[in-house]
């Protein structure tokens, strides 16, 4: 064959390869992507405004969100407020997502797409279900672990609808957590311990014991009434930083109203900044939890001195009124930190009593 006649039917044959290629991806844009890219929830995308509860629904934990005329509430935790961004990151991701690939309808592989039954124990997926105002259900879905992007341009989720033994996998995610800190603002009191003067440990046995720091430029805490090179327990040093960390980004984990003061036997911790402001927090364990309830009051002295007056009684209005209805489940590590003795810091006394913090 000559090479004239040899090009013009490799160039002849690369056409209809071309043009079948076009014919098939004009039949898949056609047949195919419809089926497979369709909203997995219609009616919540045309109706998201709608939304006025939500439950969401772990092994851990069910948590019911209600919209009121102030925004968004938990009402089940005694309509403690929502984070209404939070909420509307939720529904929009809902309201977009799209199927992507039919997985498995065996219910022995939903496991390793986290899609087994979300109340069973250990289970790893989350389902969420959202109502308009008369009860109707906008979305319903069992919602598992992330599906990395692989060639399709973005991450995706695997997805299952109660009732329907079909699993799939999804273009777009949506984020659900298992906490009720998860729906609403989860850090309720931030301090530097740079801002701390003083913090005060009271144990239910009645010993107390407290760490000051003359100035914001001091490094340390120091054992109040002991000099500031006294001796102390071996990491006493480094136990005392924890504590003088144990306001910053102080964070909850469930909340309930505040019905009455804690019983009893609970711990407490105050906390002092250096422009007068004071934060108590009674706190008590309750199983494997520590619950805490605050107060915010303020030292005239400290801010007057300090030219902040207006300032601190300010900030602690604020806190009394955000913190103060409210009765707080917060880290056990911060509890273990606060509920420290002081025999936690200082060596046994040597024929002399345990310095008293005031």
């Known amino acids: 064959m000559k090479p004239i006649a040899f090009y013009a039917l490799a160039v002849a044959t690369a056409a209809v390869v071309v043009a079948a290629g076009f014919a098939g991806a004009e039949r898949y844009a056609k047949d195919e992507r419809p089926a497979f890219q369709e909203r997995v929830f219609p009616v919540l995308s045309a109706r998201v405004n709608d939304a006025t509860a939500i439950e969401a629904i772990s092994s851990d934990t069910t948590v019911q969100l209600r919209r009121t005329n102030g925004g968004w509430v ?39 797409l986290n899609l087994q039954d ?50 799939w996998s999804t273009v777009g995610t949506v984020e659900i957590g298992r906490d009720v800190s998860d729906w609403v ?96 927090l009674a706190f008590r364990r309750e199983e494997q939890f520590y619950w805490g309830q605050f107060e915010a009051a303020v030292d005239r002295a400290a801010a007057e001195a300090a030219g902040k007056l207006a300032e601190t009684e300010r900030a602690a209005a604020d806190l009394e009124t955000r913190l103060g209805p409210w009765t707080y489940r917060f880290a056990t590590y911060i509890g273990d930190r606060l509920a420290a003795k002081p025999g936690d810091f200082l060596p046994p006394p040597a024929n002399s009593a345990t310095p008293a913090a005031r």
Do not use: C
């Open 118 to 167: 979300p109340k069973a124990p250990d289970s790893r997926s989350r389902q969420i279900r959202v109502l308009d105002g008369a009860g109707t259900v906008l979305a319903d879905t069992i919602v598992g672990r992330i599906r990395p992007a692989l060639g399709v341009g973005a991450d995706g989720v695997y997805v299952r609808l109660p009732g329907d033994p079909r699993a």
């Open 185 to 280: 603002d989860r850090t309720v009191v931030d301090y530097d311990p740079e801002a701390i003067r003083r913090i005060r440990l009271v144990h239910p046995d009645g010993t107390a014991i407290a760490f000051v720091k003359s100035s914001r430029e001091d490094a340390t805490f120091v054992v109040e009434g002991l000099a500031k090179d006294a001796p102390l327990k071996e990491g006493a040093r480094t136990e005392i930083e924890r504590v003088s960390d144990a306001f910053r980004a102080f964070d909850m984990w469930d909340v309930r109203a505040r019905k009455g003061e804690l019983a009893e036997g609970a711990y407490r911790a105050e906390m002092e900044t250096f422009e007068g402001l004071i934060l108590r």
């Open 74 to 112: 938990l009402a089940d935790r005694d309509n403690y407020p929502g984070n209404a961004d939070r909420v509307a990151k939720v529904l929009l991701e809902l309201s977009e997502l799209r199927r992507m690939e039919p997985k498995t309808a065996l219910e022995k592989r939903y496991v390793r």
